[in-house]
């Protein structure tokens, strides 16, 4: 059998790889524990942005939070995963104007992820945690981020999305 045909019967066996990540964001639910989908945001169509894969954000109606899914290929496994998540984390703190406490390791909604919480002290007093999940599953990596105010509980949220991000890639 030639290369090319060889590749696309390969290909064509796996789905999940097969597929753009944008695609893969679509199948995310429109409500997640009672939180909203909002955009997907494909930044594998943007300049520079291959290998970044796609986002999805969910908000709670008429309450502060944001939750994103982001569906990507990496070359590193949940824990690598989890460390450059905090970093981006605390990369942020200038510009968004807080500061970064300890990470501190929290259960995770599933087996075999990996999550931390950090807490971020604003500027203006304001306090808030910043939970940050990281799994894999059939070449992809699914990476969770939930940003509450301080103390909100988080746990349902974590893992209907964890849930539905593991549905999303076949």
């Known amino acids: 059998m030639r290369p090319l045909p060889l590749l ?13 990540p944008a ?7 429109a409500e997640a524990a009672g ?29 502060p939070g944001v939750a994103t899914v982001f569906l990507y290929r ?11 998540a905090q970093e981006e984390i605390r990369a942020l703190a200038p510009m968004r104007q807080y500061t970064v406490g300890a990470a501190r390791a929290v259960p995770p909604p599933r ?3 990996r ?18 999940c990281v799994g894999a599953q059939r070449g992809w990596t699914m990476k969770l981020r939930v940003s ?11 893992g209907a999305l964890a849930m539905a991000a593991g549905q999303a890639v076949p």
């Open 8 to 20: 696309l019967s390969f290909l064509l066996a796996t789905p999940a790889l097969a597929q753009a």
């Open 74 to 84: 990496a070359r590193g496994g949940p824990e690598a995963e989890l460390a450059r």
């Open 35 to 63: 939180w909203e989908r909002r955009d997907v945001t494909d930044f594998e169509s943007r300049p520079g942005g291959a290998g970044l894969g796609a986002a999805v954000e969910y908000r709670p109606p008429g309450a």
């Open 115 to 132: 999550c931390a919480v950090l807490e971020q002290a604003y500027a203006g007093g304001q306090r808030a945690d910043s939970h940050v």
């Open 23 to 29: 695609e893969l964001a679509q199948r995310l639910p």
């Open 111 to 113: 087996p075999g992820w």
């Open 148 to 158: 509450v105010p301080a103390g909100a509980e988080v746990r349902e949220v974590m």
